[in-house]
C-alpha cells in the first residue's frame, strides 16, 4: 500500500489510537457493558422497557411510504420509497445555471483566450480554476470569482449589460428613493438611475391565474378551523390528510445562555389513521405542516388594505392550472370553498423564500409613485441584474418588508398569490424508538408517542434593530411550546384545557437514516447539534438489545455542555460509557489534547473509527450541519483511513466512497 503523504494530519497517540497498527480489531479499552433494564425513571421522557411491538429495524425490515410527487422538492428516491428525500439544496442548482450562462456567453463579451468547444456542463470550480483570466476580465480586479458565484441569483450574468446615463446632463433626473425603514434594510446599489432610464429584457407580466367569487348560496355553510387545522384540500401526500396530532408535552432542552433554543416535544399519534400498513421507524422523519403566524398574516393584510370584514368570509376560490393551493396535488384547475386567511395562513410562503423577479414585477404594475415603480422595474429588466442578485442573496427577505419598501405597490391579493411560493412542509427526525413503550406518569398504557426536537431558526428583523424573527416551522413549534409550558406554569393541564395540536404527515420513513439502520453491527454515531437528535432512537433501541449493547458509541457536539448539551442523562444507564461530548467553546490549550469539534474527537478515537467501518455490518453515522461539521467530519475520516491504513489521499476518498454506496458511511446533513 501507499504510504500517507508527510503533509496530512497525524493521529495522536492516545489509549485508543495506534497509528501504527493498521489491522483492525475491536480496542481492548473499550467497557463492557453489564445490560441491566433500567428503573422508570418519572423525570424521564422516555422508557427503555421492552417495546410493544417488535421494531421492524431489529429485523431489517424495510418500510415503504405512498408515492407521492413534489412541485418544490427533491424528487430523489430510496429504494423503499418514492417519497421525496431532503430537498436539493438551491444554491447547487443555481451554480451549475450560473456556469451555463458564462459558457453561453458570446465570444466577444467574455473573450474567452481558448477557442469554443461544444458545450458540456461541468463544476463551476472547474470553470474558475481553468479560466482565471477570463473570469477576471468580465469581473475586472475588484472582485473574485468566489464573490460571483455567491451573490449571483442563477439568472445570467450581471454585468453584461450595466446603466450608465450621462449624469451631466441638465435633464437627468435622479430616483428620489424611498425614504422609510424597509426600503434602508434591502441595501439596494442602484446607481445612476433616473426616471428617464432606458430598461431593456423586462420580465413581463405575470398572468393572474386564480380569482375569487361569491359562495353559491346552494352551498352548505363554510366552517374554518383556520387557527388549527389546514384545509382539507392542503394534502402533502394524497389521498391521505394531514393528521393534528394531539401536543402531549413539550420542554426546552437548552438552557438559558445557548446560542440557539431547542425544545423537544411528544406527539400523541395514538390515532393516527392507517396508511397501508406503514409504521414509523427509528430514525425516520415525519412532515409537519406549519402555519404563518398570524401576526405576519394580519401585518400582510394590514399592508394590502384588505378589509377586515372580508378577511374571512368564505369565497370560491377558482385557478386555472398547477397545483395550488394543494402541495403535491395534480396540475389541474381547481375551484374549492376557503377563506383568504386560509390561503394566508396555510398556503404561501411570505417570509422564506428569496425575491422573484416576478413578484418584483406584479409590484412595478401597481406601484402609484413614479419612482417606485421606475426603481421595480429596474430590477426586473437587463439593467439592474446586479442590484437583483444582491436583493436575492442577501438576508431572507419578507413579502411584508418588500411591500413596506415600496408602500405605493398594493398588488390586488390575487395577484400576489399568483407569484408567490407554496408553504412547503417542514421535516423532523424522530428522536425515539417508536416502538418502545411510551409509557408515561399519567398516560393510559394504550397511547403512542412519538418524540422529536426542533432547533428554533432565528434571522434579523427589520422591524426593530437587534430584533429577531423565526423561522416558518421552527417558530410555529415555539409558539406551541411556550403555551404548552406557560399553561403548566399557572397549574393547567395543556393537553386537557388547551387542546394544541401540531399537523403533520408519516413522511420519511425510508430516509437514509431510517433505511441503513439495522442489523447486529457496531455503529459510531456522530452529530452536532439537533443533528444527535436521531441518535437517541438509535441508542434506546440498540442498548435493549443485549447482542449489540456494546457495539455502539455516539460522538456529540455542542458549544457548551452546560447549555447546549440535548438530552444529557436520557441515554440509558450507560450513557457515560458510550458518550463522549465534545465542547467547541471551551478552546484549546497549548498541548492539549481534548478535541474541540467533533471532527478532532473523530480523530482521536480513530481505533473505534477504523475497528467499524471495517467490521462486518459496521456502520458510521453522521448528522447535522453540512457546513464545517459535516466537511470537518469527511476530511477527518479521511485522515484515519489514511493513517490506520496505510493509503494515501485518493485511497482514502475511494474507501469511504465505497462506504457510502453499501451503506456502511451514511451522512445526513443540511
Known amino acids: 500500500m501507499a504510504s500517507s503523504p508527510a503533509m496530512s494530519p497525524r493521529i495522536p497517540t492516545t489509549a485508543t489510537s495506534h497509528p501504527n497498527d493498521p489491522i483492525p480489531k475491536e480496542p481492548a479499552a473499550i467497557p463492557q457493558l453489564n445490560l441491566q433494564p433500567p428503573p422508570f425513571d418519572a423525570t424521564t421522557t422516555s422508557s427503555s422497557s421492552q417495546p410493544e411491538h417488535p421494531s421492524p429495524q431489529s429485523t431489517a425490515e424495510s418500510t415503504a411510504w405512498p408515492t407521492t410527487h413534489s412541485n418544490s422538492t427533491s424528487t430523489s428516491t430510496s429504494d423503499d420509497s418514492e417519497a421525496p428525500l431532503t430537498p436539493n439544496t438551491e444554491p447547487e442548482r443555481q451554480m451549475d445555471e450560473i456556469v451555463d450562462k458564462l459558457q453561453e456567453l458570446p465570444t466577444a463579451s467574455v473573450n474567452f483566450a481558448e477557442p469554443q468547444q461544444p458545450r458540456r456542463r461541468r463544476a463551476s470550480t472547474t470553470l474558475i480554476s481553468d479560466n482565471p483570466n477570463d473570469i477576471r476580465r468580465i469581473l475586472g480586479d475588484g472582485e473574485s470569482a468566489t464573490q460571483l458565484i455567491s451573490q449571483c441569483c442563477g439568472g445570467g450574468c450581471c454585468l453584461l449589460k450595466t446603466l450608465a446615463p450621462d449624469t451631466s446632463s441638465p435633464s437627468f433626473v435622479p430616483v428620489v428613493i424611498p425614504d422609510n425603514r424597509a426600503f434602508a434594510s434591502l441595501n439596494l446599489r442602484l446607481g445612476p438611475l433616473s426616471l428617464d432610464s432606458e430598461l431593456t429584457d423586462t420580465t413581463p407580466l405575470p398572468p393572474v391565474n386564480l380569482s375569487f367569487d361569491p359562495v353559491p348560496v346552494s352551498e352548505p355553510k363554510h366552517v374554518s378551523t383556520v387557527q388549527k387545522d389546514p384545509p382539507k384540500f392542503v394534502q402533502p401526500h394524497p389521498p391521505y390528510d394531514v393528521y393534528s396530532a394531539p401536543l402531549y408535552h413539550a420542554r426546552e432542552l437548552t438552557k438559558p445562555g445557548a446560542e440557539k433554543r431547542t425544545f423537544h416535544f411528544d406527539l400523541d399519534v395514538t390515532d393516527y389513521p392507517d396508511e397501508g400498513g406503514v409504521d414509523f421507524k427509528v430514525g425516520g422523519a415525519i412532515g409537519i405542516c406549519p402555519p404563518n403566524s398570524q401576526e405576519i398574516v394580519n401585518e400582510l393584510f394590514d399592508i394590502l388594505g384588505v378589509p377586515k370584514f372580508v378577511r374571512d368570509k368564505p369565497v370560491t376560490l377558482k385557478t386555472s392550472t398547477g397545483r395550488w393551493p394543494t402541495i403535491w396535488g395534480d396540475d389541474k384547475p381547481r375551484e374549492l370553498i376557503t377563506t383568504r386567511r386560509e390561503l394566508l395562513t396555510w398556503c404561501v410562503d411570505v417570509q422564506s423564500f428569496p425575491p422573484t423577479k416576478n413578484l418584483l414585477r406584479v409590484m412595478a404594475e401597481h406601484a402609484d409613485a413614479p419612482n417606485e415603480k421606475k426603481i421595480l422595474t429596474y430590477l426586473c429588466s437587463a439593467q439592474g441584474q446586479a442590484a437583483f442578485c444582491d436583493l436575492r442573496t442577501s438576508s431572507h427577505l419578507t413579502v411584508a418588508q418588500l411591500l413596506s419598501a415600496f408602500p405605493s405597490a398594493r398588488p390586488p391579493l390575487p395577484a400576489l398569490l399568483s407569484v408567490l411560493q407554496q408553504l412547503m412542509p417542514r421535516f423532523y427526525s424522530l428522536s425515539n424508538d417508536p416502538h418502545i413503550s411510551s409509557a408515561r406518569p399519567g398516560l393510559p398504557g394504550d397511547r403512542r408517542l412519538i418524540e422529536l426536537a426542533v432547533t428554533v431558526h432565528e434571522t434579523p428583523d427589520w422591524h426593530t434593530e437587534g430584533n429577531t424573527r423565526r423561522g416558518v416551522g421552527s417558530g410555529f413549534m415555539e409558539r406551541l411550546a411556550y403555551q404548552f ?186
Not at 442498548?543 to 456494546?550: E, G, M, S, Y
Open 485 to 670: 409550558i406557560d399553561a403548566e406554569k399557572q397549574g393547567i393541564d395543556p393537553a386537557a384545557v388547551l387542546d394544541l395540536r401540531v399537523p403533520m404527515f408519516r413522511g420519511l420513513m425510508a430516509n437514509p437514516l431510517s433505511r441503513q439502520f439495522g442489523g447486529d453491527g457496531p455503529m459510531v454515531l456522530i452529530g452536532a447539534g439537533v443533528g444527535m437528535a436521531p441518535f437517541r432512537g438509535f441508542i434506546l433501541n440498540r442498548l435493549k438489545n443485549a447482542n449489540c449493547a456494546n457495539k455502539i458509541w455516539l460522538i456529540q457536539g455542542v458549544r457548551d455542555s452546560m447549555v447546549d448539551e440535548l438530552y444529557s442523562g436520557e441515554l440509558g444507564d450507560h450513557e457515560r460509557e458510550i458518550k463522549k461530548v465534545v465542547q467547541s467553546r471551551k478552546g484549546r490549550i497549548a498541548g492539549q489534547t481534548e478535541a474541540k469539534y467533533v471532527q478532532d474527537e473523530v480523530r482521536l478515537q480513530a481505533d473505534i473509527v477504523w475497528f467499524v467501518s471495517n467490521a462486518l455490518d459496521g456502520r458510521i453515522f453522521v448528522c447535522g450541519s453540512s457546513k464545517g461539521m459535516g466537511e470537518g467530519v469527511e476530511e477527518a475520516l479521511i485522515d484515519v483511513a489514511m493513517q490506520k491504513g496505510g493509503i494515501d489521499k485518493e485511497e482514502a476518498k475511494e474507501f469511504w466512497a465505497t462506504k457510502k454506496q453499501d451503506g456502511q458511511y451514511i451522512a445526513e446533513t443540511w
